[in-house]
RNA sequence: UCAGUCGGCCGGACGGCCGCUCCGGCAAGCACCGAAAGGUCGUCGGAGAGGAAAGUCCGGGCUCCAUUGACAUGCGGUGCCGGAUAACAUCCGGCGGGGGCAACCCUAGGGAAAGUGCCACAGAGAACGAACCGCCCGCCCUGCGGCGCAAGCUGCGAGGGCGAGUAAGGGUGAAAAGGUGCGGUAAGAGCGCACCGCGGUUCCGGCAACGGAACCGGCAUGGUAAACCCCACCGGGAGCAAGACCGAAUAGGGACGGUUACGCGGGCAGUUCGCGGAAUGCGACAACGCCCGCGGGAGCGAUGUCAGGCUCGCCGUCCGGGUAGGUUGCAGGAGGUCGCGCGCAAGCGCGAUCCCAGAGGAAUGGCCGUCACGUAUCGUGCCGCGCGACCGGCGCGGUGCCCUACAGAACCCGGCUUACAGGCCGGCUGAUGCU
């Protein structure tokens, strides 16, 4: 997967205003005007624990979207869950991130995404 | 067997599926991102967190800046001795002091006769040596007793007063001016003596810290230096966000060219310079900049003219600095393992062998399975004492829980400190039992 690095990259998708929270995470979501992959950056901040429970908070979180594409149930459309290609996501991680099932996780994230496609929609008619 | 003490080590294992980062080989289209610098994408093989990676408390390497050298002063640090080391506040081996039956542990351990300060409370007294209660002596008064007819004489483990002696005892305190004992004395006192302590000298042992012995001195020097201080030794500053290279967009700077398109004057500034003992004094200077004024010019309002206003250069090419960003620094090192030698040891030397993380919004993971370990509980077998109950120990089986603590490299090393579930190994000490 693309990853988000720079500093601007993440301000930019901040100030986009559209987000999504679940449990475990915060999940941020801005368009761009290019015609590349969609890139994805983890942001967990030090309140959350040490730098080891931070760090499996993050590798967690990337874990998620990697698997998102590939087991989706089949009442859904598998178009529908994926990330789409020339936008980029912020997941935000948060402390129950650590130990919250990861299937569970995974739904969240599903819906979450399903339910930014829908604003992103509303937001630009 | 129990209790203790010291040292070392490990810190889940194996497997499945799907991934991540780096290195090496091969293959490489010119595909993708980017203005550029540069980055991404294939396949095969290999490697991929710790004992503390942590705190960032010391010591170094490395980098840049500063620096003629030496001395002095200031600031900071270190502080028994010897050794190890690149260095250290670390380590090793000793010494002194304290604790423990012992193994062993603790120790910021220079100087208090250089000077200054402080020593609360209690207590009479806390430092140019004190005298409260006492003890003792002398004198006087009172009291009591004896002798005497009386005046008086005389005695007293009695009371009071005055004067002198004393520091043994009591009491206060963290600490009371050497301690204990004997002698001595009116009572006492290093006043004398013995031992211990202290100080000095000499000798012996030790590289040294220091230890031992002999002799001398009657005792002088209260404690506190993590109070100031004194002495000895050490120390430039900042850090990989160091530093090096590449380098936009935008704004701003410079040069040249084009365009008629700027010119002049004044003021301001300041870790500046000169004069001066000095000033807020006098004088000088100024690239760029800021302000004011004068003259000229250009542009702007639908257009022309006049008056007034506003703005002040524009275009092109090139150059330099520098920001975002990129690359590098950045993984072969005071390196690991093994063997031999030297050393009590820390460690050192030689030889062989190995290459062992390198991210950058930060790789080393996610989801499972089996097993082990631990723990709880149930069932069952054996042992204890001949049997039963209870209880304890051991074994087997089932189930549940934890399915693992502290914790994540960030330039690199040597240490220190702190955190840590559970477990393993070894040395030593004490007590008890058996032979």
Known sequence: ME????RADFLA???NGARVNTAAF???????????PPRI??????KNGTATERNRIRRR???????IDDVAPDDI??????LRPHNDYVLIGRRPALSRDFKTML???RTSL????????????
Do not use: I
């Open 61 to 67: 979180l990337r874990e998620l979207v990697r698997r």
């Open 3 to 6: 990853r988000l690095r720079q």
């Open 107 to 109: 739904d969240d994230l």
């Open 41 to 46: 950056g983890f942001t967990v901040s030090k």
């Open 13 to 15: 998708v901040a100030n």
């Open 114 to 125: 399903d339910r930014l496609d829908r604003q992103t929609a509303k937001a630009r008619p």
């Open 26 to 36: 915060t999940v941020q979501a801005r368009r761009r005007d290019d015609q590349g």
């Open 77 to 82: 459309a598998p178009n529908k869950m994926a």
